[in-house]
């Protein structure tokens, strides 16, 4: 068992422990009624819940979402608040989301909105979630226009990671989840990258003791940047805050929404990571060698290191310089990725020069200048 804590305005943990689902009822406190969102998959984890929430002498709501991002627009918003109106969900009650990233996403955004905000619980069932998505207080949903346009910062009063609920699990979910681990030890942890070096084979495999090792290290990393800095507002000069966990995500988006989410979140940010690497070899000069343990090391779980140019199908350059531009971390004109130093050392690295963005691309589709 292991818990992080988020030393954030309103402060919360994240408890990583087999059976961590079953805790439920200690944070029920006071509620009269919780409702339950969760996607028609996890029917069966929902209404464990709700048999947790009646046995705390509250009464449950379930609400089922579509499944995935699917959920996360203006229509499932309006439809979630329709029944808590119907269910009289007052401003003491309580919302719990189980799911994936989405699922969260959507369900802290519907208790940050709902009669002002009331308490929530992230309760994730992906390694993706569990290490990023469903932790870190950032709710919301997408728009035609874009994903995540609309949103809050809504801490929940606790984070129930619950690893049996990792079994049966795709392993491209496993995957996706894994490409956010290391991007974690790329950043931070030094360790999760040894770790995932020793027995790559292991790391995928959810139902042995080493995910969740790496689980809750990630989550350290996590709970750590976040206490720091939740709003993401103070990335200065040297010191960057909230911001360096988008390491590999300014590329990464680029190519997850030119190809209209075909490919996995973190399959995306494994190829942004490389990217990346490749940019801060020209532009902060990172050893060649770390350049190669992002190959390694996320090759090694089975990522994609190597993104095919257009004659093979992938977005060309332009198209992804393009949607770079007006990613939405870009401040005005100016464009900014998350670069690395040396492994552990974050450093921003800022409107770098067309042709090394250009090189960069070109390593990472094989075609080396
Ligand atoms: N996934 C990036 C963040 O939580 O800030």
């Not at 973190?266 to 942004?272: F, I, K, S």
């Not at 401040?331 to 090394?356: C, K, S, Y």
Request: aromatic share 4%; glycine share 10%.
């Amino acid at each position: 068992m292991s818990t992080a804590h988020f030393a954030t305005d309103h402060p919360y943990d994240a408890i990583i422990e087999p059976g961590a689902l079953e805790r439920l009822p200690e944070f029920v406190g006071g509620a009269a009624k919780v409702a339950i969102l969760h996607p028609q998959v996890l029917s069966g984890k929902a209404q464990l819940a709700a048999d947790l929430v009646r046995g705390a002498g509250a009464e449950p709501v379930l609400i089922e979402v579509p499944d995935g991002e699917h959920a996360k627009t203006s229509q499932v918003l309006a439809e979630c608040w329709s029944r808590l109106a119907l269910a009289g969900l007052t401003r003491t009650d309580l919302v719990v989301g189980i799911g994936g990233g989405a699922t969260t996403d959507l369900a802290g955004f519907v208790a940050a909105t709902w009669l002002r905000g009331v308490r929530w619980i992230s309760v994730p069932t992906t390694v993706l979630a569990m290490v990023d998505a469903a932790i870190g207080g950032k709710t919301g949903a997408d728009l035609p226009e874009g994903k995540n346009l609309i949103g809050a910062f809504w801490e929940p009063i606790v984070v129930l990671e619950d690893p049996l609920l990792l079994v049966g699990l795709p392993e491209r979910e496993v995957r996706s989840g894994l490409a956010e681990v290391i991007k974690h030890g790329f950043i931070a942890d030094e360790r999760t990258l040894e770790l995932v070096e020793q027995n790559p084979a292991e790391a995928l495999d959810v139902s042995g003791e080493r995910v969740h090792e790496l689980i809750a290290r990630s989550v350290a990393v996590k709970a750590k940047v976040v206490s720091a800095d939740l709003r993401e507002a103070t990335s200065v000069g040297e010191h960057i805050g909230r911001e360096q966990l988008n390491y590999g995500h300014t590329l990464g988006h680029a190519i997850e929404a030119s190809e209209h989410f075909a490919r996995r979140h973190g399959e995306c940010v494994a190829l942004g990571m490389v990217f990346v690497a490749e940019l801060a070899h020209r532009a902060l000069g990172l050893d060649a060698s770390v350049v190669e343990r992002h190959r390694r090391v996320l090759g090694s779980v089975g990522l994609a290191t190597q993104y095919p140019d257009s004659q093979s199908g992938g977005t060309g350059w332009a198209t992804l310089r393009e949607l770079m531009s007006r990613d939405k971390k870009t401040r005005g004109n100016t464009l900014r990725f998350v670069g690395l130093r040396e492994q552990g050392h974050v450093a921003m690295i800022v409107d770098p020069p067309e042709q090394q963005m250009v090189d960069a691309f070109r390593a990472l589709v094989g075609q080396h200048s």
